[in-house]
Nanobody, 121 residues
Framework: QVRLVESGGGLVQAGGSLRLSCAAS??????YGWFRRSPGKEREFVAA????????YYADSVKGRFTISRDNAKNTVYLQMDSLQPEDAAVYYC????????????????WGQGTQVTVSS
């Protein structure tokens, strides 16, 4: 059974940082990604990373502030979020797929349950 378990969300002041983690179990995956959904909005792509970490992709809105990384030995992917702004507040979801191309168009084989990120101004 595949499970994706996110952690690390919470409340932070604008300009602050958080680090999200997603631990995968049940099988290994080639590509990992992060998405987010704010109230009243569609789920949007945030970042994705290839199997060896050599390739990473970001939404324009987070480029330069967020960093995705992975530890294959732990089957875990991370999202370091710096310079957080109120518009970054959302539920963040972990996603997995065979390719980052699939993730970048919103397709995932599995989804985590999400972790809430709240940014106070």
């Amino acid at each position: 059974q595949v499970r994706l378990v996110e952690s690390g969300g919470g409340l932070v002041q604008a300009g602050g940082s958080l680090r999200l983690s997603c631990a995968a179990s049940g099988r290994t995956f080639s590509s990992y990604g992060w998405f987010r959904r704010s109230p009243g909005k569609e789920r949007e792509f945030v970042a994705a990373i290839t199997w060896n970490g050599a390739g990473s992709y970001y939404a324009d809105s987070v480029k330069g502030r967020f960093t995705i990384s992975r530890d294959n030995a732990k089957n875990t992917v991370y999202l370091q979020m710096d310079s957080l702004q109120p518009e970054d507040a959302a539920v963040y979801y972990c996603a997995v797929s065979a390719t980052t191309a699939s993730l970048r168009i919103g397709k995932s084989d599995y989804w985590g349950q999400g972790t809430q990120v709240t940014v106070s101004s």
